[in-house]
Protein backbone atom coordinates (compact mmCIF):
# COMPACT_ATOMS: atom_id res chain seq x y z
CA UNK A 1 0.00 0.00 0.00
CA UNK A 2 3.02 2.01 1.03
CA UNK A 3 4.54 0.95 -2.07
CA UNK A 4 1.76 2.11 -4.41
CA UNK A 5 1.21 6.00 -2.88
CA UNK A 6 4.85 6.37 -3.06
CA UNK A 7 4.38 5.49 -6.70
CA UNK A 8 1.37 7.74 -7.46
CA UNK A 9 3.23 10.53 -5.53
CA UNK A 10 6.22 10.16 -7.43
CA UNK A 11 4.62 10.23 -10.96
CA UNK A 12 2.21 13.63 -9.30
CA UNK A 13 5.48 14.74 -8.72
CA UNK A 14 7.04 14.47 -12.12
CA UNK A 15 4.13 15.49 -14.16
CA UNK A 16 3.82 18.57 -12.18
CA UNK A 17 7.29 19.47 -12.82
CA UNK A 18 6.96 19.11 -16.30
CA UNK A 19 3.83 20.87 -16.21
CA UNK A 20 5.94 23.76 -14.56
CA UNK A 21 8.28 23.44 -17.13
CA UNK A 22 6.51 24.04 -19.91
CA UNK A 23 4.32 27.06 -18.70
CA UNK A 24 7.77 28.61 -17.98
CA UNK A 25 9.66 27.53 -21.09
CA UNK A 26 6.47 28.95 -23.02
CA UNK A 27 6.96 32.60 -20.85
CA UNK A 28 10.71 32.49 -21.85
CA UNK A 29 10.01 33.55 -25.76
CA UNK A 30 6.75 35.38 -25.43
CA UNK A 31 6.43 39.25 -26.33
CA UNK A 32 4.27 41.95 -26.89
CA UNK A 33 3.80 44.79 -27.52
CA UNK A 34 0.65 48.22 -27.91
CA UNK A 35 1.29 50.23 -31.43
CA UNK A 36 -1.26 52.48 -32.82
CA UNK A 37 -4.09 50.61 -31.46
CA UNK A 38 -3.01 47.40 -32.28
CA UNK A 39 -1.61 44.58 -29.89
CA UNK A 40 1.02 42.61 -31.23
CA UNK A 41 2.13 39.44 -29.52
CA UNK A 42 5.03 36.84 -30.21
CA UNK A 43 4.51 33.18 -28.48
CA UNK A 44 8.14 31.43 -30.05
CA UNK A 45 7.38 28.72 -28.08
CA UNK A 46 3.34 27.94 -29.33
CA UNK A 47 2.65 24.81 -31.62
CA UNK A 48 1.95 26.15 -35.12
CA UNK A 49 -0.15 23.76 -37.87
CA UNK A 50 2.78 22.36 -39.37
CA UNK A 51 5.28 22.95 -36.52
CA UNK A 52 3.49 21.38 -33.46
CA UNK A 53 7.22 22.73 -31.49
CA UNK A 54 6.79 26.18 -32.77
CA UNK A 55 10.34 27.19 -33.37
CA UNK A 56 11.90 24.86 -31.07
CA UNK A 57 14.23 22.39 -33.21
CA UNK A 58 12.50 18.96 -33.11
CA UNK A 59 16.51 17.39 -33.52
CA UNK A 60 16.50 19.43 -29.94
CA UNK A 61 19.12 21.47 -31.26
CA UNK A 62 20.19 23.84 -34.17
CA UNK A 63 23.42 23.51 -35.56
CA UNK A 64 25.45 25.55 -37.69
CA UNK A 65 29.33 25.15 -39.25
CA UNK A 66 31.06 28.17 -40.61
CA UNK A 67 35.12 27.29 -41.28
CA UNK A 68 36.33 26.43 -37.93
CA UNK A 69 33.67 27.66 -35.86
CA UNK A 70 30.59 25.33 -34.70
CA UNK A 71 27.54 26.69 -33.29
CA UNK A 72 24.79 25.12 -31.57
CA UNK A 73 21.97 26.54 -29.86
CA UNK A 74 18.07 26.02 -29.08
CA UNK A 75 15.41 28.49 -28.63
CA UNK A 76 13.24 28.99 -25.55
CA UNK A 77 14.79 26.01 -23.99
CA UNK A 78 18.05 23.69 -23.02
CA UNK A 79 19.76 21.92 -25.55
CA UNK A 80 18.86 17.85 -26.01
CA UNK A 81 21.66 15.48 -27.78
CA UNK A 82 20.41 12.35 -28.69
CA UNK A 83 22.85 12.67 -31.80
CA UNK A 84 26.09 14.48 -32.92
CA UNK A 85 26.73 15.23 -29.35
CA UNK A 86 29.59 18.05 -29.22
CA UNK A 87 32.67 17.06 -28.85
CA UNK A 88 35.21 20.03 -27.52
CA UNK A 89 36.98 20.48 -24.31
CA UNK A 90 36.11 23.07 -21.98
CA UNK A 91 32.47 21.77 -21.44
CA UNK A 92 32.84 22.23 -17.63
CA UNK A 93 29.55 24.98 -17.23
CA UNK A 94 27.22 22.86 -19.82
CA UNK A 95 27.36 19.52 -19.12
CA UNK A 96 30.61 18.46 -18.55
CA UNK A 97 33.01 16.04 -20.99
CA UNK A 98 30.73 12.95 -21.05
CA UNK A 99 26.93 15.43 -21.39
CA UNK A 100 28.40 18.18 -23.24
CA UNK A 101 25.44 21.08 -24.11
CA UNK A 102 23.26 19.48 -22.13
CA UNK A 103 23.00 21.99 -19.45
CA UNK A 104 22.87 25.04 -21.57
CA UNK A 105 20.79 26.58 -24.17
CA UNK A 106 24.04 28.10 -26.43
CA UNK A 107 27.51 26.57 -26.99
CA UNK A 108 30.33 27.61 -29.64
CA UNK A 109 33.16 25.28 -30.35
CA UNK A 110 36.73 27.45 -31.96
CA UNK A 111 39.47 25.33 -33.25
CA UNK A 112 42.26 26.64 -30.85
CA UNK A 113 45.60 25.40 -31.95
CA UNK A 114 44.09 22.02 -33.72
CA UNK A 115 41.93 21.56 -30.71
CA UNK A 116 37.91 22.32 -30.54
CA UNK A 117 37.38 24.50 -27.28
CA UNK A 118 33.76 25.18 -26.72
CA UNK A 119 32.52 28.07 -24.40
CA UNK A 120 28.90 28.51 -23.06
CA UNK A 121 27.69 31.90 -24.71
CA UNK A 122 23.77 31.12 -23.35
CA UNK A 123 21.31 29.86 -20.29
CA UNK A 124 17.64 29.35 -21.41
CA UNK A 125 17.32 31.28 -17.59
CA UNK A 126 19.09 34.10 -18.94
CA UNK A 127 17.00 34.88 -22.36
CA UNK A 128 15.29 38.07 -23.45
CA UNK A 129 13.33 38.86 -26.46
CA UNK A 130 12.74 42.10 -28.43
CA UNK A 131 11.00 42.83 -31.56
CA UNK A 132 13.40 44.09 -34.66
CA UNK A 133 11.63 47.34 -35.48
CA UNK A 134 8.55 48.58 -33.51
CA UNK A 135 8.19 50.77 -36.72
CA UNK A 136 8.19 47.37 -38.72
CA UNK A 137 6.31 44.63 -36.22
CA UNK A 138 6.38 42.25 -39.09
CA UNK A 139 10.21 42.29 -39.82
CA UNK A 140 10.33 39.86 -36.91
CA UNK A 141 12.07 39.06 -33.30
CA UNK A 142 15.52 39.26 -31.52
CA UNK A 143 16.31 36.24 -29.35
CA UNK A 144 19.66 36.79 -27.33
CA UNK A 145 20.88 34.82 -24.65
CA UNK A 146 23.89 35.52 -22.36
CA UNK A 147 26.10 33.26 -20.08
CA UNK A 148 28.57 35.08 -17.73
CA UNK A 149 31.21 33.20 -17.57
CA UNK A 150 34.85 32.94 -15.40
CA UNK A 151 36.54 34.42 -18.28
CA UNK A 152 34.47 36.06 -20.57
CA UNK A 153 30.58 37.43 -20.54
CA UNK A 154 29.49 35.79 -23.96
CA UNK A 155 26.29 35.82 -25.24
CA UNK A 156 24.26 35.16 -28.59
CA UNK A 157 21.54 37.39 -30.14
CA UNK A 158 19.17 34.91 -32.69
CA UNK A 159 17.67 37.26 -35.21
CA UNK A 160 14.05 35.36 -35.84
CA UNK A 161 12.80 36.41 -39.51
CA UNK A 162 8.85 36.39 -39.92
CA UNK A 163 8.58 34.10 -43.17
CA UNK A 164 5.01 32.56 -43.42
CA UNK A 165 5.68 30.48 -46.12
CA UNK A 166 8.33 27.80 -44.23
CA UNK A 167 11.46 27.54 -42.40
CA UNK A 168 15.33 28.28 -42.71
CA UNK A 169 17.49 27.59 -40.19
CA UNK A 170 20.57 29.14 -39.52
CA UNK A 171 23.30 29.41 -41.98
CA UNK A 172 26.18 31.80 -40.92
CA UNK A 173 27.69 33.30 -37.87
CA UNK A 174 28.69 36.87 -37.38
CA UNK A 175 30.87 37.83 -33.83
CA UNK A 176 30.96 41.11 -33.02
CA UNK A 177 33.06 41.10 -29.75
CA UNK A 178 35.38 38.76 -28.08
CA UNK A 179 32.03 36.39 -26.82
CA UNK A 180 29.33 37.84 -28.84
CA UNK A 181 28.19 35.99 -31.55
CA UNK A 182 24.99 36.25 -34.12
CA UNK A 183 23.17 34.13 -36.52
CA UNK A 184 19.63 34.28 -38.21
CA UNK A 185 16.78 32.17 -39.03
CA UNK A 186 13.91 32.43 -40.69
CA UNK A 187 10.22 31.05 -39.21
CA UNK A 188 6.29 31.40 -39.06
CA UNK A 189 6.82 31.66 -35.19
CA UNK A 190 8.73 35.18 -35.70
CA UNK A 191 5.60 36.41 -37.61
CA UNK A 192 3.07 38.79 -34.88
CA UNK A 193 0.06 38.05 -34.48
CA UNK A 194 -1.98 41.30 -34.66
CA UNK A 195 -5.33 42.57 -32.50
CA UNK A 196 -7.32 45.26 -32.14
CA UNK A 197 -7.42 47.03 -28.90
CA UNK A 198 -10.69 47.72 -28.03
CA UNK A 199 -11.17 50.81 -25.21
CA UNK A 200 -7.52 50.96 -24.44
CA UNK A 201 -8.37 52.93 -20.73
CA UNK A 202 -9.14 56.47 -20.62
CA UNK A 203 -6.05 58.13 -21.10
CA UNK A 204 -5.55 61.59 -19.29
CA UNK A 205 -9.51 61.38 -18.01
CA UNK A 206 -9.10 58.10 -16.17
CA UNK A 207 -5.60 59.17 -14.65
CA UNK A 208 -7.40 62.80 -13.42
CA UNK A 209 -10.30 60.21 -12.08
CA UNK A 210 -7.80 58.25 -9.89
CA UNK A 211 -5.88 60.86 -8.75
CA UNK A 212 -9.69 62.95 -7.61
CA UNK A 213 -10.29 59.13 -5.89
CA UNK A 214 -7.05 58.99 -3.57
CA UNK A 215 -7.42 62.97 -2.85
CA UNK A 216 -10.61 61.95 -1.49
CA UNK A 217 -9.62 58.75 0.16
CA UNK A 218 -6.56 60.18 1.83
CA UNK A 219 -9.42 63.08 3.62
CA UNK A 220 -11.43 60.40 4.66
CA UNK A 221 -9.19 58.76 6.29
CA UNK A 222 -7.00 61.28 7.75
CA UNK A 223 -10.08 63.47 9.25
CA UNK A 224 -11.39 59.86 10.51
CA UNK A 225 -8.10 59.29 12.02
CA UNK A 226 -8.11 62.74 14.19
CA UNK A 227 -11.53 62.37 14.96
CA UNK A 228 -11.09 58.59 16.33
CA UNK A 229 -7.47 59.82 18.01
CA UNK A 230 -8.08 63.15 18.85
CA UNK A 231 -11.31 63.82 19.66
CA UNK A 232 -12.65 60.70 20.69
CA UNK A 233 -15.02 60.13 18.48
CA UNK A 234 -16.57 57.00 17.99
CA UNK A 235 -18.83 54.89 15.79
CA UNK A 236 -20.23 56.56 12.04
CA UNK A 237 -19.70 59.49 13.69
CA UNK A 238 -15.71 59.14 13.28
CA UNK A 239 -16.56 60.34 9.72
CA UNK A 240 -15.62 63.91 8.96
CA UNK A 241 -18.59 65.88 7.83
CA UNK A 242 -20.67 62.87 8.51
CA UNK A 243 -24.01 65.66 7.96
CA UNK A 244 -23.03 66.87 4.82
CA UNK A 245 -22.66 63.52 3.43
CA UNK A 246 -25.75 62.06 4.39
CA UNK A 247 -27.60 64.91 2.58
CA UNK A 248 -25.07 64.80 -0.34
CA UNK A 249 -27.94 61.99 -2.28
CA UNK A 250 -30.58 64.19 -1.61
CA UNK A 251 -28.82 67.40 -2.49
CA UNK A 252 -28.15 65.82 -6.40
CA UNK A 253 -31.39 64.70 -6.85
CA UNK A 254 -32.49 68.21 -6.35
CA UNK A 255 -29.63 69.54 -8.66
CA UNK A 256 -31.14 67.43 -11.43
CA UNK A 257 -34.70 67.61 -10.89
CA UNK A 258 -34.07 71.28 -10.80
CA UNK A 259 -31.95 71.35 -14.66
CA UNK A 260 -34.80 68.57 -15.91
CA UNK A 261 -37.53 71.83 -15.14
CA UNK A 262 -35.36 74.72 -16.40
CA UNK A 263 -34.85 72.47 -19.91
CA UNK A 264 -38.43 70.82 -19.69
CA UNK A 265 -39.71 74.32 -19.26
CA UNK A 266 -43.03 74.76 -16.71
CA UNK A 267 -45.11 71.56 -16.34
CA UNK A 268 -48.95 71.27 -16.76
CA UNK A 269 -49.24 70.89 -12.63
CA UNK A 270 -47.78 74.24 -12.33
CA UNK A 271 -49.28 76.13 -15.16
CA UNK A 272 -50.79 79.53 -14.39
CA UNK A 273 -54.45 79.15 -12.57
CA UNK A 274 -56.03 82.05 -13.96
CA UNK A 275 -58.84 81.84 -16.04
CA UNK A 276 -58.98 83.00 -19.85
CA UNK A 277 -61.62 85.72 -19.99
CA UNK A 278 -63.30 86.16 -23.05
CA UNK A 279 -64.39 89.36 -24.27
Known sequence: MIEGFNS???????FLTILHRA??????CEYSFIENGKLYSYSLASPLREFPHGILSEDGFYKVAVNETVLWFQLCD???????LPRCVGCLDCGGPS???SECSALV????????????????SATDINVMDKQNPHKGVIVTMSSNGTKHNCSLSVSVM??????????SIEKSETCAYATVLRHPSGCAKIASVVGGGWGWFGTFITIIFCLFGSYLLAGA???????GVHGV???????????????????????VRRFRGPSEGHRSTYSRVNF
Request: glycine residues 8%; charged residues 10%; contains cysteine.
Open 78 to 84: GMIFNHD
Open 109 to 124: ANDIEGYPVCTTIGHI
Open 99 to 101: RCG
Open 23 to 28: HWVAAV
Open 237 to 259: NVIPNLDFWATLPHRIQSFFASL
Open 8 to 14: SKCLLII
Open 225 to 231: AYRYFSL
Open 162 to 171: CDSNGIQGPQ
